[in-house]
């Protein structure tokens, strides 16, 4: 059977135990051609086609996304029944924001419950956790502890600042995973955890009402650097009532509003158009207006300096010393 010859049909659409290829008739030579994959040991399923760099950020972590679903449904179809992903795993099948070096990780995190063992084989990080402390959820399709659990598993992986935007994302504005002060009760209740002093640093910082990781990185940025703590959503209106705009930070007293701007406002021209309007809105009203990019998060003291100065001109105050 040569990779002319097509698969059978159940093994077309998803990975495949390469024993039961065999059973199938599927040949040696088959299971070893080149638009076939090995995902695991003993599994195979289809080479995806090449396809297009992504234009935006938002489209490379959906591929990084879908590949991942790839890797766990080919895993689990290795095991031949449900498995517990865990750890980094589940915090991205949660879509939880990470940092780079966590969201690009090959590895599998694959968990059991006491009194199993951990996982064990290539291309998989093994954990076992206790029987009765975990109650599991679903993300994606696959099985997985419940969110703030898997904020915990991160806190010895993730610096107190990187799990404050993870605890921002589990309490967000749009369809929250868990509420504020649930964590905070959570968080006050768990003993003996690795990281968990890091996790009650960084309960402290979690605030409620957010959108982005991002929008959560511009506050650290500011609050860290001395500079007064902005209010997320505030919503902003003219001196006749009309409706300006709810940027993701705001001085109220300054009126100073900072809106974090992704590629989409670079490469999509209606949204470029909208930008300009918005803008305009918020100077008419009297609002000091600051667009944060991906290179200010970057390099934060630029951010910095310039929310400091613009709070110094509206204001009178001193601007931040570094």
Known sequence: MSRSTPLPSDLQDAPFAVSVARRMGVSESRLRASDLEVPFHG?????????????????????????????????????????????????????MPLPWRLETRRFLDVAALTPDHAPQGAGIIGHRLTRGAYILSTSAGFAVPAPLRVWAQLAPLLSVDELVVVGDHLVRRKQPFTSFDELVETVAGWRRLRGIRKLRLAALSVRSGTDSAAESRMRLALTRAGLPEPVIGF???????????????????????????????????????????RRERFQDADWRHIRVTRDHLTRPHTLVDRVGFALAQRRRIPPPIR
Do not use: K
């Open 235 to 277: 919503t902003v209106y003219d001196r006749d009532g009309c409706f300006v705009g709810t940027p993701d930070l705001a001085y109220l007293d300054e009126r100073v509003a900072l809106e974090y701007e992704g590629e989409i406002h670079r490469v999509d021209s209606r949204t470029f158009r909208s930008d300009i309007e």
């Open 43 to 95: 599994i195979r399923r289809s080479r995806l086609a090449p396809v297009a760099e992504p234009d935006t950020d938002d489209e490379r972590a959906q591929q990084r996304f879908h590949a991942l679903l790839r890797d766990c449904a080919s895993f689990q179809r290795r095991e031949g029944r449900s498995v517990i992903f865990s750890h980094v795993t589940a915090a991205r099948l949660f879509r």
